[in-house]
């Protein structure tokens, strides 16, 4: 399972799968059934669960690009079943948050880059050469279409959609469909939440939501405000006037 050609520096599990000339260097832990391709580069701290596919030529685990970094122990997690596709570049964390963190069934598609300290949740799509600064949160569930850079500290709400070559400088809230230059909230990300089991009422509730938030005159954090007093609101709706009030960068509108 291991090629004659691949360099490894740390203990495998004995169903590891390494390609040729692949190199795993030191402090690797690797799950069960994890795949390797051929030529890519794994070094550590780094923490991979069951089963993650890691494509041929990729980077993963590499020390932080950032110039505060002066040689700390941080670490890079991946959680089960994600699939990290050829030439991409996954950093581990600084002294500030100590890792960096991709959740499980993730597909992180060519030439991506996860830059230190990102937070990924589970069920995250990021396709061919998003670019991701430090400290960026994606919540679970998101899509980020292809050529899309994303500022540092930017937060990207769960089960929302971003198409593809936008930039994104500002948080962009959950459930949404954002698109657009400079980057705006276009709808809610319908055809995605019902993929995901969203029934009508729940729909409705994020329909007026969004209505209110985006399209009625007013600031957005006193509308926000306005959802999170209001006793009838539910919980998706709470969530996404939460997040609103608690951006620190800014959010799209």
Not at 48 to 74: C, H, M
Not at 187 to 197: A, D, E, I
């Amino acid at each position: 399972m291991i090629h004659p050609t691949a360099i490894v520096e740390s203990d495998l599990p004995p169903d590891a799968n390494v390609g040729a000339y692949a190199v795993i260097g030191p402090h690797v832990e690797l799950g069960s059934g994890v795949r390797i391709g051929p030529h890519a580069y794994v070094t550590g701290p780094c923490r991979i669960a069951d089963q993650v596919f890691i494509g041929p030529s990729a980077v993963i685990g590499t020390d932080p690009q950032d110039l505060k970094y002066r040689g700390e122990r941080t670490e890079l997690i991946i959680g089960p079943r994600t699939v990290i596709r050829e030439f991409a570049n996954i950093n581990r964390g600084t002294a500030e948050s100590g890792r960096t963190v991709i959740g499980s069934d993730c597909l992180i598609m060519a030439y991506v880059h996860v830059a230190h300290d990102c937070v990924i949740g589970d069920r995250v799509i990021l396709a061919n050469t998003v670019n991701m600064a430090g400290h960026v949160e994606i919540g679970s569930d998101v899509t980020i279409g292809g050529v899309v850079p994303v500022h540092q500290f930017v937060r990207i709400g769960m089960h929302s959609m971003i198409g593809g070559g936008y930039r994104v400088s500002k948080d962009v809230p959950p459930f949404v469909l954002a698109g657009g230059s400079p980057l705006r909230a276009m709808s809610l990300n319908l055809v995605g939440l019902r993929r995901k089991g969203f029934d009508r009422e729940r729909l409705d509730a994020l329909e007026s939501a969004f209505r209110h938030l985006f399209r009625d005159k007013g600031t957005l954090t006193a509308k926000a405000r306005e959802i999170m007093e209001d006793r009838t609101a539910s919980e998706d709706c709470r969530h996404l006037a939460e997040f609103i009030i608690t951006s620190s960068r800014g959010v799209i509108s």
